[in-house]
């Protein structure tokens, strides 16, 4: 069947789909890399001594690339502080920064099950999302995988996954209590719903965009399976498969806050809820911002790793 | 003549959401060993159809495909591909690449040491030992073409088909690969298949031509026997009379009775 459309565009003159798997990730991915690098060697190769140009040079470029950013942060800030400073229920900037300071001085204090420092909150929601996250990746991308190359099972499959991703993952919440008779499971079940369909829905689509053409080598060299998936499919997946997880890993730390918010214990989502019963808003405010830069770092720490696998692959 | 591959009253219908499509109806051909085919015709007549018959990547509707006295009843290593755009795994080497098709077809009967020699006399065939480590993205598309030459070569097949290899090259790399692939057939007395839609490729390399009228529907029009003593050289050929009236049987073949047929069909 495929390969009859294949001999089609062949013969149209047409090009054929092998360099279009490339674009959506390299030029993003690994295009800009080895001109920093480029760059670097040019500024650390020149002597900094007689002209001193180079490193004003390169302090002006960094001043064009950090200006934008910083001046927005300072400009919501300033809009903070304006909407704040004849005081009310929330807090301005000044308190916020106070507090976390305070509050980021012993980030790992102990006091009882309910009382425990930011640090702890924090990396207990990592670890929840971890173990979700891992687990649906562990199902997630066989299954995409085998939904990708049987067309059959991918027919059976499909509707069902259409009918439940839209779901929101607390409604699965009262079920995994209802299951594992405790919080803390259920919570990370939750993560685990959530995070799955991206990654069978990516993987699936990578693996159904994998090149007629290298099907094709597969087929006239007449590899086994084993090879077909180490050699081709795999590789050929793998931007795909990585776009998935990064996905996953986004709504998963989105929907852990909730999660927690309702199952309790330790973790960021609870503390925020913990902090609000006890009305310091200005810890709520800090919590959006440790909330916001862990879920960047994660995220960059998933592009970081992304790139450096397809170079490898590519 | 002694028949290697024979194509016997085949013809490929394609079902499309217009209906059927005829590509290619009663294609008669037998290659012998040894033999240097070119499938010559405008684009869109079903040479590469052809092709991909003869490698087993599609099956025919009618007729039957035989090759060393066997069905052709699927893609296999003994005819191996050369295809279009190369086709090298972008994130294999040179002599990964080549490797993964000499593991495939000897590892049965050979060791390690013995694949990697093979897989390193094939790249030294087309030339590339230097590049051998360097990744398919690093390296020109004539070099490119050369290490799915070379891909094909190494599995020593009974036929090599190759799919307008080198179509996506400029004119000065491809007159190179031409004279390269020369050598190799005359070395290595390789049965080719190659589709093309350059005349004087046809004429320099093959043995026979074979033009295929329009499609669709498309059949053999014309096979021109190309009587040039081996080894060719593209330089003396140029003003060969032999040479020049091959070139003008296969232009007047696609310009004048060929010619019309699109506009008929449109």
Redesign the interface.
Known sequence: MH??S???D????Q??P?DRR?TPLQPSAAAPAPVQEKTMEKALSVPPAPTGIPFAERLATFGRAALPPVLGLLVLIGIWHVATHKGGAIPGPAQVWEAAVALFSDPFYRNGPNDQGIGWNVLSSLQRVGVGFGFAALVGIPLGFILGRSAFLSAMVNPIISLLRPVSPLAWLPIGLLVFKKADPAATYTIFICSIWPMIMNTAQGVQRVPQ??L??A?????SEW?VVT??LF?AVLPYMLTGIRLSIGTAWLVIVAAEMLTGGVGIGFWVWDEWNNLKVEHIIIAIFVIGIVGLILEQALILLAKKLTKE?? | MEKFVSIEKVGQTFTTKKGKFVALRDIDLNIAQGEFIALIGHSGCGKSTLLNLIAGLTRPTDGVLLCDGREIAGPGPERAVVFQNHSLLPWLTCFENIYLAVERVFSAKEGKAKLKARTQAAIELVGLAHAAHKYPNEISGGMKQRVGIARALSMEPKVLLMDEPFGALDALTRAKLQDELMKICEKTRATVVMVTHDVDEAVLLSDRIVMLTNGPAATIGEILTVDLPRPRNRLTLANDPAYIAARAAVLAFLYEKQAHVEKEAA
């Open positions: 390969s009859g294949a001999t089609l062949v013969d149209f003159g090009e054929s092998v490339t053409d290298y094709n080598v087929r006239v060299l007449a590899l090879k050699k081709i590789p692959a590519s």
